[in-house]
């Protein structure tokens, strides 16, 4: 056994609540009645316990990010728990985010001391910004894929195991010698099983959550060493797909789950293991960190769409820049692709265009980008990403691009016009999230980059222009274009009679 000093995580469970029902969960997901949620004053107290622990300190579930004050948590933890240079951070788009997080996970030079366990709900895309800019280890399994998980709740007399081969299997378990310690709101353990067993079963908890607690040696771990008897997990057990949903359980352990009325077992999400048709020799023992999974990028399936933007409002912002055929052919276009959501301008004959096309207009006269921003979020409801789209169409390829990859919310990604018509560096397209910590206070549309961070600011390659002469384009195309311009040039006429 290992002492937790010389662990290389120690987790912090500050919740049992999941949403998924896994097959064998190590937290025994499912069978609690009422889970529980830590509060924030034994979270901050598990926090300062570990000062002075020199491996990772994660934070873990159930699922954690679920935990209403799960923000104010890792505030809290960021804040006093190891240290931020945002090197793994997911700031670029990623097309394969797995393939980003399994780079950081196995970069065995590298730890900022801070990791989170999660199965990538919809929560996490919520925190996404926090997350990246906290943890640097982050290890994700959304269960989607086909994933062993040992079985865990039989006792080693019931399959006749002595006591002379018991004590060397127990001190050789791959989860105390491999993987963490944990602190649940009842206590800290030396052991993560043996923390969750606790909380499922209604335990006398753990050791007091003080500084140093970890220190504790295999020799002081005393009365914690009774939840092994419960534990099959340094035995060699068989294994059931997490997807089944479905627990191995003995018979001792079947009358414990009656005894605490768990759901799971009165779902019939419960199979009994009979130890008389026990075969030790059909399995093996387990000494790997990660058995479950043969592919590792398997860690992500359905979850991979949690990920991707949700919505995508498209604002077309046309300055004086444009000509009145730029401007009617960027309509037209955009809304023939369904991308267009408000027209931006503070020209009146802009305004007309946008009332040809059907599509809702946010005036810029005289007004200032915060106001206008304001003003669009309230009218387009924009809870989530904004394609502002400066005198230009982006190509099909940059909307397959939004598409398609993960993009972090606390970010704007940018992608400027590469083009010879005199535009270039005016013609831009910026793509950002309402939810950004850098517009927590308003924020400018006309110059959204200025409250965001530098390492914040993506630059997104270039674009080639959108070709605007009419001859290969369909006759609607060329009639539609054309009452545009039209209409824009009347009110231009309208305006300059007034004066």
């Avoid at 509060?39 to 901050?44: A, I, L, R, S, V």
């Avoid at 209604?202 to 009774?226: C, S, T, V, Y």
């Avoid at 502002?388 to 939004?402: E, H, Q």
Wanted: hydrophobic share 35%.
């Amino acid at each position: 056994m290992k002492s937790p000093a010389d662990m290389k995580i120690i987790q912090i469970d500050i919740t049992n609540a999941c949403p998924k029902r896994c097959s064998n969960c190590t937290r025994f997901c499912g069978h609690h009645k009422e889970p529980f949620f830590m509060d924030f004053e034994t979270f901050k107290q598990a926090v300062d316990s570990m000062k002075g622990f020199k491996g990772i300190v994660g934070i873990m579930g159930g699922e954690p990010t679920i935990h209403p004050e799960f923000e104010r948590f890792v505030e809290y933890y960021r804040d006093n728990w190891g240290y931020d240079d945002f090197s793994t951070a997911s700031y670029q788009p990623q097309s394969s985010f797995v393939n980003h997080i399994l780079a950081n996970v196995y970069n065995v030079n590298y730890s900022n001391q801070r990791g989170l366990w999660t199965s990538v709900t919809p929560r996490y895309y919520r925190h996404f910004e926090l997350i990246q800019d906290t943890f640097g280890y982050q290890l994700v399994n959304d269960h989607t894929h086909s994933s062993m998980h040992e079985t865990l709740m039989v006792t080693r007399k019931e399959l006749g195991v002595p006591d002379d081969e018991w004590i060397k299997m127990r001190d050789s378990c791959w989860i105390q010698n491999l993987w963490s310690a944990s602190i649940t709101p009842k206590g800290a353990f030396f052991c993560e099983v043996a923390a969750a067993m606790d909380a499922t079963l209604d335990g006398p908890g753990g050791w007091k959550i003080e500084p140093g607690w970890w220190k504790r040696k295999p020799a002081d771990f005393g009365e914690q060493l009774n939840w092994c008897e419960m534990c099959s997990a340094c035995l060699p057990m068989p294994s059931r797909d997490a997807n089944e949903e479905t627990d191995d359980v003995s018979p001792i352990w079947h009358e414990k789950l009656k005894a605490i009325d768990s759901p799971k077992l009165k779902k019939g999400l419960v199979e009994k293991f009979d130890p008389k048709a026990y075969h030790a020799e059909e399995h093996k023992i387990i000494n790997e960190e990660t058995p479950y999974l043969d592919d590792q990028e398997k860690r992500l399936g359905g979850a991979r769409r949690v990920l991707h933007p949700h919505q995508i409002v498209g604002v077309l912002w046309l300055t004086e820049h444009i000509d009145d055929n730029q401007a009617a052919r960027a309509v037209v276009d955009l809304k023939m692709a369904n991308r267009l959501g408000f027209v931006v301008s503070a020209k009146e004959a802009h305004k007309l265009l946008a009332d040809t096309a059907g599509i809702p207009f946010i005036s810029a006269s005289g007004r200032g980008g915060q106001q206008v921003l304001a003003d669009l979020r309230a009218q387009s409801q924009a809870l989530d990403w904004i394609l502002l789209m400066r005198d230009m169409v982006p190509t099909d390829k940059f909307f397959k691009l939004l598409e398609n990859c993960v993009f972090n919310p606390g970010c704007v990604y940018w992608r400027s016009a590469a083009n010879g018509d005199g535009r270039s560096g005016l013609a831009k397209t910026q793509f950002f999230n309402v939810r950004a910590a850098s517009l927590k206070a308003g924020g400018d549309l006309f110059n959204v980059e200025a409250t965001y961070p530098r390492r914040k600011i993506v630059q997104v390659g270039s674009e080639n222009p959108v070709s605007y002469d009419f001859g290969p384009t369909r006759s609607f195309y060329r009639k539609a274009i054309k009452r545009l311009i039209w209409a824009g040039k009347r009110v231009e006429r309208k305006i300059a009679s007034r004066v």
